[in-house]
């Protein structure tokens, strides 16, 4: 049974910071790519980032240069340090995981991800 479960949700200031955690299990997870989006209730899910065991990483336009995503495939667990927050950035922010092996050019697409966590709500006050 694959698990993947998002903590460090919060409230912050404009231009704050917050980091989020992830922590997977029932997968191995080594061979898995681990991903973040955000969704505003209404709006389509928006990718945020994504690591690949490699270390490789991604990040959507909207938050380019506003954070770091790191994984550590010891203790199965990724996670997402934003920076400089902005209003536009409150929504659910999930955790997501796909296999690595195929093409990785639509890593930014949510139906590729094969799980999901439950999410963590993130509020950004101005």
């Known amino acids: 049974q694959v698990q993947l479960v998002e903590s460090g949700g919060g409230l912050v200031q404009a231009g704050g910071s917050l980091t989020l955690s992830c922590a997977a299990s029932?997968?191995?997870?080594?061979?898995?790519?681990m991903a973040w989006f955000r969704q505003v209730p209404g709006k389509e899910r928006e990718f945020v980032a994504v690591?690949?065991?490699?270390?490789?990483?991604h990040s959507g336009a909207s938050v380019e240069g506003r954070l770091t995503i790191s994984r550590d495939n010891a203790k199965n667990t990724v996670n997402l340090q934003m920076n400089s927050l902005k209003p536009e950035d409150t929504a659910v922010y999930y955790c997501?995981?796909?296999?690595?092996?195929?093409?990785?050019?639509?890593?930014?697409?949510?139906?590729?991800?094969?799980?999901w966590g439950q999410g963590t709500q993130v509020t950004v006050s101005s």
């Open positions: 997501a995981s796909r296999r690595q092996r195929g093409s990785r050019g639509s890593y930014y697409l949510a139906f590729q991800y094969d799980y």
């Open positions: 029932g997968l191995p997870f080594s061979g898995y790519a």
């Open positions: 690591i690949w065991s490699e270390g490789f990483t």
